[in-house]
T-cell receptor, first 112, second 116 residues
């Protein structure tokens, strides 16, 4: 069974731009969660989607948004990029919310 | 809010020896899960082992085992017969049962070095 895939793997953007990251969960998994990893803040929960609905969101500004499609694939969007948004963005999938999560390889975003 | 603390920023062990990584957590919930994840230099987070809070028996996965002390809110990871491929960052993580409000809560991680 294929693992979680994330595209693109690397992105370079400039301040003020917006970016969209994509995540395809493990086949049969219906829950997708997103995390931001930085050297200073560590791993922080962004949001979780299940059945195309955002179930919960971490402590991030409204510039961070996402959605989930009927095939469980998910996208996250960051608008008006700031230098501090440079991070590794990790997507994780699980069968249902509250079950163990399996991570993708991440998208490395650099904001210049 | 739940917190997860890993008090060892870095650990070093000789190949083939045993090492234990520490983790403590704080929660008022009774239903939750605990995990250890491994993140090698490739940055891919790999699930190593899981423990359900309602289970008294400690989880084991091949060379990896945990010591789960629910009353003490302690969840340590023991790696036996350490191998060079075990070198990585190890993160302890907490997840409320039933899909809590905050997703996984991670500790700051322990950098494990394997000396050949």
């Amino acid at each position: 069974k294929a693992g979680v895939t994330q595209t693109p793997r690397y992105l370079i953007k400039t301040r003020g731009q917006q970016v969209t990251l994509s995540c395809s969960p493990i086949s049969g998994h219906r829950s997708v969660s997103w995390y931001q990893q930085t050297p200073g803040q560590g791993l922080q929960f962004l949001f979780e989607y299940f059945s195309e609905t955002q179930r919960n969101k971490g402590n991030f500004p409204g510039r961070f948004s996402g959605r989930q499609f009927s095939n469980s694939r998910s996208e996250m969007n960051v608008s008006t990029l700031e230098l501090g948004d440079s991070a590794l963005y990790l997507c994780a999938s699980s069968l249902f919310p509250g079950r163990e999560q399996y991570f993708g390889p991440g998208t490395r975003l650099t904001v210049l | 809010a739940q917190t997860v603390t890993q008090s060892q920023p870095e650990m070093s062990v000789q190949e083939a020896e045993t090492v234990t990584l520490s983790c403590t957590y704080d929660t008022s919930e009774s239903d939750y899960y605990l995990f250890w994840y491994k993140q090698p230099p490739s940055r891919q987070m790999i699930l190593v082992i899981r423990q359900e809070a309602y289970k008294q028996q400690n989880a084991t996965e091949n060379r990896f085992s945990v010591n789960f002390q629910k009353a003490a809110k302690s969840f340590s990871l023991k790696i036996s017969d350490s191998q060079l491929g075990d070198a990585a960052m190890y993160f302890c993580a907490y997840l409320p049962g039933g899909g809590g409000a905050d997703g996984l809560t991670f500790g700051k991680g322990t950098h494990l070095i394997i000396q050949p």
